[in-house]
């Protein structure tokens, strides 16, 4: 079975358990070694069916408090006039360094 057809029975093969303290709990019924056989275009196309079931969901996930902390230290330095952009070229650049 290829194409489309095959990606949605992969993704529907997938079971999200209930949140277990602060992280969500993801148990599949997948074997990773099927995941990796399938091909990069693969793998990308059944996160896209993933994204979009999650993104049409009426349920709602609340960030962590912590997430609002960091973007209001981020806003506030920005807001200051301390923010720091970088081009993706630079980032690269930062990440290839840092490995």
Known sequence: MHGVAQFQTLAA???ILPFA???AT???MIAAA???RMSVEERLQTIEILWRSIS???DS???PSWH???LEARRAKVDAGKGVFLSIA???SRLKQAS
């Open 90 to 92: 630079e980032l690269r």
């Open 21 to 23: 303290h602060t992280s």
């Open 61 to 63: 996930l609340e960030s």
């Open 13 to 15: 093969k997938i079971i």
């Open 34 to 36: 099927e995941i990796e």
């Open 68 to 70: 609002r902390e960091i």
């Open 56 to 58: 049409h969901s009426d």
């Open 26 to 28: 993801i148990t599949s």
